[in-house]
């Protein structure tokens, strides 16, 4: 059962545009929802984190966006650069008020074109 | 971020051999620890999770007297792929937290490549 879908698979965007990568989930006891890059060869790292009482939350070139209601969520990267170039997963967990485990999108093969 | 070391990065063994994984955390006590798998162009799957000092918790489908999960202390869990098979080749992550904390934090990652 995929309980985080994630979307698209792969994106291409040139050097200086707009990324976005959409979830959704089906879990409403998920409150707690990463973003993790993962660059071959390597373990994922946590990007920026959000919490379903905000609806945004923004780290530098990074934006995540948050609809409860609509159990949905996105990524968006602001003037992509070649570096961003990586895998992308979102997550979803119900591990804010205890240690709970990590339930993956299937993740979006970033590329940024210079 | 909290350091999470993984060992080894690479290993091939031979079919029918066993290979033992490790997962120390560096500058945290990790009470809890998530083995994940995860193969080429996909997504990280769970395989199980482990207190310390409590036996793992394994996802169904996961063979637990393959994949032997040790969680002794609260800086060291280790997996142990026992009578390794081509097919259990596949890249292993490890991921480490403490009580109260949310964020997870992920250890290297393991190719094992089984001959």
């Known amino acids: 059962q995929q309980q985080v879908k994630q979307s698209p698979q792969s994106l291409i965007v040139q050097k200086g545009g707009i990324s976005i990568i959409n979830c959704a989930y089906e879990n409403t006891a998920f409150d707690y929802f990463p973003w993790y890059q993962q660059f071959p060869g390597k373990g994922p790292a946590l990007l920026i984190a959000i919490r379903p009482d905000v609806s945004e939350k923004k780290e530098g070139r990074f934006t995540i966006s948050f609809n409860k209601s609509a159990k949905q969520f996105s990524l968006h990267i602001m003037d992509s650069q070649p570096g961003d170039s990586a895998t992308y997963f979102c997550?979803?967990?119900?591990?804010?008020?205890?240690?709970?485990?990590?339930?993956f999108g299937s993740g979006t093969r970033l590329s940024i074109r210079p | 971020g909290a350091v999470v070391s993984q060992h080894p990065s690479w290993v091939i063994c031979k079919s029918g051999t066993s290979v033992k994984i490790e997962c120390r955390s560096l500058?945290?006590?990790?009470?809890?620890m998530f083995w994940y798998r995860q193969f080429p162009k996909q997504s990280l799957m769970l395989m199980a999770t482990s207190n310390e000092g409590s036996k793992a918790t394994y996802e169904q489908g996961v063979e637990k007297d393959k994949f032997l999960i040790n969680h002794a202390s609260l800086t060291l869990s280790t997996l142990t792929v026992t009578s390794a098979h081509p097919e259990d080749s596949s890249f292993y992550i490890c991921s480490g937290l403490w009580t109260g904390n949310t964020e997870a934090f992920f250890g290297q990652g393991t190719r094992l490549t089984v001959v």
């Open positions: 500058d945290f006590q990790a009470t809890t």
């Open positions: 997550a979803a967990s119900s591990g804010y008020s205890s240690a709970s485990k990590i339930i």
